[in-house]
């Protein structure tokens, strides 16, 4: 069998170098942290975030292709978070 890529395009797109679905404000890191943190079904997302059946499984066959780079960018992202975090937690302490 001959694996072949889909075109996501249609429900993907980028924003500030990050993948979303298409015309949303949603980015598909989010939807995939928020189903593994919730064990949540592809209805749940679809109900939890006003989207089409399509929209969320696109969004989880991108995160399959793309696993390895959107994982280290995650934490790239978390690291970055916690830091601006403790800095500014110790300037307001000042």
Do not use: T, W
């Not at 979303?20 to 919730?38: C, D, E, Y």
């Not at 066959?61 to 780079?69: D, G, K, N, S, V």
């Amino acid at each position: 069998m001959i694996a072949e890529k889909v075109d996501l395009s249609k429900y993907i797109e980028m924003r500030n170098d990050r993948p979303h679905i298409r015309g949303r404000k949603i980015p598909i890191m989010f939807l995939v942290s928020f189903q593994k943190a919730n064990n949540s079904s592809v209805e749940d997302l679809c109900d939890g975030y006003s989207l089409s059946r399509a929209e969320v499984l696109s969004a989880l066959l991108y995160y399959q292709e793309h696993q390895a780079e959107l994982d280290i960018q995650d934490a790239l992202d978390e690291k970055e978070s916690l830091e601006y975090f403790e800095r500014y937690a110790r300037d307001r302490q000042k």
